[in-house]
């Protein structure tokens, strides 16, 4: 899940978890502009990518679909975004459902990824895109102690070993062949949870975009941004819209 706190224990009293901060760094992001239909789903924190595989492959993101070959049907705020590529970075159009289950239209299965699903999900880690691109590290400064806590979902399953966290953890999107990089910053005062986004990181390798559906929060909201990765030669990509359908 998206941008959801890793608790130790859902029973441990603590203070709030506020997520990533909006970044900062040499990689700009941009904001990633889109309108949700009255009723459906925002694409922040749970969409699902698919993809439209081509010589330009265009990208979609969907929310409450259905999945029919296990019975499963549409919820009722299902809705569906094309990522189009502009001028700034990249914004959402709104698209029927139906464009996005026409049978060339896939989704992005976890084998297909361009980034692991590990990625960001770990207190600290790194892991690096499938094609050698980009680098996500999580790293923390600051200090910790253990605690026993009250185990189970309701904290009422007798007691386990709890670490707790003060300080200051961040989230690094670098791009590794120029070395311009992203960071994002959390703060947590005595938590024994962290925020875990590798659903809100979506890379679009053919497209040099990466989306931040929700990875930051700003006042307790989830932010949607967009990265435009460097080209070749260090400045910024080159914006091919995709084609029509």
């Known amino acids: 899940m998206a941008a959801l706190a890793a ?8 203070a709030q978890i506020n997520g990533f901060a ?22 922040l924190l749970s969409a699902v990518l698919l993809v439209r ?3 330009a492959p265009v990208y979609y993101l969907s929310t409450g679909l ?4 296990f019975g499963i049907p549409d919820d009722p705020g299902a809705a569906a975004w094309k990522v189009v590529p502009d001028a700034d970075c990249a914004h959402l159009e ?3 459902l139906a464009e996005v289950k026409q049978p060339a ?3 992005v299965t976890v084998q297909k990824n361009p980034l692991p699903m590990v990625c960001a999900a770990a207190f600290e880690d790194s892991c690096t895109s499938r094609d050698q691109q980009l680098r996500i590290t999580t790293t923390f400064q600051g200090r910790q ?26 989230l690094t999107i670098e791009h590794l062949p120029t070395g311009r990089l992203l960071r994002m910053d959390e703060t947590l005062k005595d938590n024994n949870g962290y925020s875990a986004p590798q659903t809100a990181i979506r890379y679009l390798p053919e497209l040099r975009r990466v989306l931040l559906l929700g990875a930051a929060t ?9 990265i435009v990765l460097p080209g070749a030669e260090g400045g910024a990509a080159e914006t091919r819209p995709p084609p029509r359908p």
């Open 105 to 107: 239209v896939q989704a």
């Open 218 to 226: 700003l006042r307790g909201m989830p932010q949607a941004g967009c």
């Open 22 to 43: 909006p970044g900062t760094g040499t990689l700009r992001e941009h904001k990633l502009p889109f309108t949700v239909p009255a009723d459906a789903r925002t694409p």
């Open 66 to 69: 259905g999945v029919p070959r």
């Open 145 to 170: 102690r253990t605690a026993r806590v009250g185990g189970g979902f309701f904290g009422t399953e007798g007691t386990i070993n709890s670490t707790f966290y003060t300080g200051v953890r961040s």
């Open 53 to 55: 595989e081509g010589e």
């Open 94 to 96: 709104t698209v029927p």
């Open 7 to 14: 608790l130790a224990c859902a029973g441990a009293a603590q």
